[in-house]
């Protein structure tokens, strides 16, 4: 079903109705008319495009990232406001258009001066500049804005690139580009800032990599901060990183006073929003001099950010340490073992991704214990075997390649041998131990081992391995270092465990293993905000199986439960892993169906109903095969919040029914 969804225009739709069996569509050609209305579309669209490039067509505005507590500045915001165009809508389309025009660079061109012209006008605030997508494909682009930013007078350490993680798999931060692109960035004397966290799926460990100067927090974070534990346990932790890596944070879209009060308790310094000061024409039609309240005190990016009273840090020369350990035996800053155990205390509190707790054992393991390679496994029980879940190694990248690609049994090897002693141990001669293996693709040289079983309470989690490349190389003080960061990671580990499994049982039916109402009620909110930041479609659909009643009581509520579950797996079958399936109430469920046209959903419903019909039924059913009637509704077409969504699609529900069942309706 991965290919149901991908109709991505939002053109004009009549609504379908079931096509026989058997019958065929005719597809027709284009005509010449039409043919001749796309040319003349283009055209107007290139116009578009050239009327952009005269002088101060250009809309932009300035809103100031300000401090809560008395709202002195730290950075101005600078964005393209869209304009007025009837025949391209949006700015995406703008720049898609320019692309056709052979006029992409000679547009962004024109933007970048002009932004640049309006961070002169604020200085002496740091400015934040969108590096939109297109921008980004540029050759030769950090030397490009080097330039134009020198050209300018400024200086580049004034100009924040914002960026941000998307859905789209070649540009996530994860991926790659965004990493080497913050780090050009940085050499070249840049600031580098991530927006639009809460609004997209970045994990945590992630954002650290792009090591950002300025983090801005969606405005859907902040949508009912005070009243929604899940989205406060997110802003700290948010917190938490930006301590960690020196950055400063800022929220986004503060319209209340009570969310200033929230977001200073929870360690949040800077925002932006309406209650602080509302966007500003700085260019462009309604373009006029900028005043915001505050200005007097700006703020500068170089000053520590506040920390609420709590250090956790890692500093940029530990950083850069990890970037070239060529300097990490000369680095000058060696701080206490207990100062850096605190430290990593604290940071592993805020931290619930396991992969990110693991990558923070990691860092702090380089400061205490530096070694030449670094190696977690997880116990995998149900399998029997060691999967490796981390490698690191700035000497040998063979060893770092080796372990990664080899899984292997729990008891082989010294890792097996420590694991089952369930206690450090320090090998300093591993090819002389009888339990000594080699791992396939790394290099066969003399190694020294340190063996740390990562076990919070009666829960062994896996393995824990440092190595120097040499006999002899650790002492007793590197083995009772490493198993304290390795004890304090694996208590982390676990609590992310039990942390998944509380969360995982508040949102989730118990009986289909579907998510339920209260999952609808806090992520549908968030669904539709993420759904129009990109324009695009999503499909609600609501499902209520067919005269259920017959199945409880002519074969038991006991049958009728199984039947349930049988269809919350066929429900998790046909949709793909971005979509969700709630669990509304009793026979009801709901299907969120992302980036999804009409013509997607009736085909998710067709698939539904062959599933449904597909479930095996007791011999002393009276029905034949498990039916739903199926109420279609659109985003943002049917409604714009999640409760108009679900009313249009209920509507649409009974319209089905009324029809005669086991059939779909779409919302009028």
Known sequence: ???????????????????????????????????????ARAEARELAIRDLLQPNAFRLTAEPITRLRDHAILAYEVRWRIPRLDVIPSIEEIWEAAEGADLLNTLDDSLLRAELEIATKLSPGAVLLEMHPWRRRRRGLVGWLLTEVKAAGLDPSRIV?????????????????????????????????????????????????????????????????????????????????????????????????????????????????????????????????????????????????????????????????????????????????????????????????PHAILELAADYLERVVPSDGISVYQADWDSGRFRPLLARSFKDPSYAQGVMAHSFALGVGLTGWAFDLGAPQRVNDADAHPSAGHVPGTTDIDESMLLIPLISGDYRLGMLNLVRFRREAYVANDLAAASLVGHMAAAAWRNTQLYAEQVQHAV??????????????????????????????????????????????????????????????????????????????????????RDCSLDGARRVTRAVRKGLAAIPLPPECTLPTVTASVGIALFPKHGRTVGQLLGAADAAMYSAKRRGKNRASAAR
């Open 1 to 39: 079903m991965a290919g149901r969804c991908q109709d991505r225009g939002v053109a004009t739709a009549l609504r379908e109705e079931e096509i026989p069996a058997g019958a065929t569509r005719v597809k027709a050609r284009p005509s010449r008319l039409a043919a001749r209305t796309a040319q």
């Open 161 to 353: 690139w914002q960026m941000v993680d998307t859905d789209d798999d070649r540009e996530r931060v994860e991926a790659g580009p965004l990493y080497d692109l913050s780090g050009q960035l940085h050499e070249r004397g840049f600031r580098v800032g991530l927006t639009q966290l809460g609004a997209v799926r970045t994990r945590l460990s992630a954002i650290g990599k792009a090591e950002p100067d300025i983090l801005q927090m969606d405005p859907v974070l902040i949508d009912g901060l005070d009243r929604d534990r899940g989205q406060r346990a997110v802003v700290s932790a948010l917190v938490g990183l930006a301590a960690q890596m020196d950055a400063h944070l800022a929220a986004g879209g503060i319209a209340e006073e009570s969310e200033v009060a929230v977001l200073i308790d929870l360690g949040v310094a800077f925002g932006q929003g309406p209650l602080l000061a509302e966007p500003q024409v700085a260019a462009g039609e309604g373009g006029g001099e900028l005043r915001f309240p505050g200005r007097a005190a700006v703020l500068s990016l170089d000053d520590s950010p506040p920390l609420n009273g709590v250090d956790t840090r890692l500093s940029r020369a530990a950083a850069t340490a990890r970037r070239d350990p060529g300097k990490l035996a000369v680095d000058s800053h060696q701080p206490r073992l207990t100062e850096v155990l605190s430290q990593a205390a604290r940071a592993f509190q805020t931290e619930h991704d």
């Open 508 to 593: 989730t039916d118990s009986l289909t293993g579907l998510f339920n109402t209260r999952w609808l009620r806090e992520a549908g909110r968030r669904e539709l905000a993420m759904a129009e930041r990109s324009g695009v479609l999503l499909a609600i659909l609501m499902l209520d199986l067919d005269n259920f009643k017959q199945i409880n009581d002519s074969c038991g509520h006991a049958a009728g439960d199984a039947i349930l579950r049988s269809v919350g797996r066929t429900l998790h079958r046909v949709i793909r892993a971005e979509d969700a399936a709630i669990r509304y109430g009793g026979e009801e469920f709901v299907l969120i169906l």
